[in-house]
């Protein structure tokens, strides 16, 4: 079975525009969390999701939001992008049987100039 | 913010030796995580142990949590050059968010 998949793998935005990250959970797996990884640091919450509603946010402006499709994928948008948005960002799914477990996928880095 | 944090940021080892890192937090867990993560990409779970474990093992890992001085501790026995990864801790708060914390994380580096 494939694992998370993210797209694009790479961007570079300038500051003030708005960027869209793409995510599939692995199938079957209807969790989807996205974290924000800055370079040096552990990966920080951004947003979890289950069948397509909102379980949890972590502290970031009104900039960054998700959603979730009625296929489990996710889509994490970050608004008036800033310098300090430059990071990478991480997908994480996992199952109703082990919800603890997060499978990673391989991230989307981003960068803001 | 962190929640965790590990301890050391960095350390370098020969192949072969035990590599020891360690995992302090601050409020009560329901659970408590490892994970490794090669060169920037994504996080590969390694082990869970549960606020009432106190000592689990999986392969060549051995990982220790004490909820009483809010630590845990990850043992990688004789290592291997594929070892050579950034390792993180994260918990999960006794809230039910299902928001889990991630330290800051220990750069290990293992020469063969």
């Known amino acids: 079975d494939a694992g998370v998949t993210q797209s694009p793998t790479h961007l570079i935005k300038t500051r003030g525009q708005q960027v869209t990250l793409r995510c599939s959970p692995i199938s079957g797996h209807k969790s989807v969390s996205w974290y924000q990884q800055v370079l040096g640091q552990g990966p920080q919450f951004i947003f979890q999701y289950y069948e397509k509603e909102e379980r949890g946010r972590g502290n970031f402006p009104d900039r960054f939001s998700a959603r979730q499709f009625p296929n489990y994928s996710s889509e994490l948008n970050v608004n008036a992008l800033l310098l300090g948005d430059s990071a990478l960002y991480l997908c994480?799914?996992?199952?109703?049987?082990?919800?603890?477990?997060?499978?990673f996928g391989p991230g989307t880095r981003l960068l803001v100039l | 913010s962190q929640q965790g944090e590990e301890d050391p940021q960095a350390l370098s080892i020969q192949e072969g030796e035990n590599a020891t890192m360690n995992c302090s937090y601050k409020?009560?867990?329901?659970?408590l995580q490892w994970y490794r993560q090669n060169s920037g990409r994504g996080l590969v779970h390694l082990i869970l142990?549960?606020?009432?474990?106190r000592e689990k093992h999986s392969g060549r890992l051995r990982v220790t949590l004490d909820t009483s001085k809010k630590s845990s501790s990850l043992l990688i026995t004789a290592s291997r050059a594929a070892d050579t990864a950034s390792y993180f801790c994260a918990t999960e708060g006794t809230s039910g968010t299902y928001k889990y914390i991630f330290g800051t994380g220990t750069r290990l580096k293992v020469l063969a």
């Open positions: 409020t009560s867990i329901n659970n």
């Open positions: 142990i549960r606020s009432n474990e």
């Open positions: 994480a799914s996992s199952s109703d049987t082990n919800q603890e477990t997060q499978y």
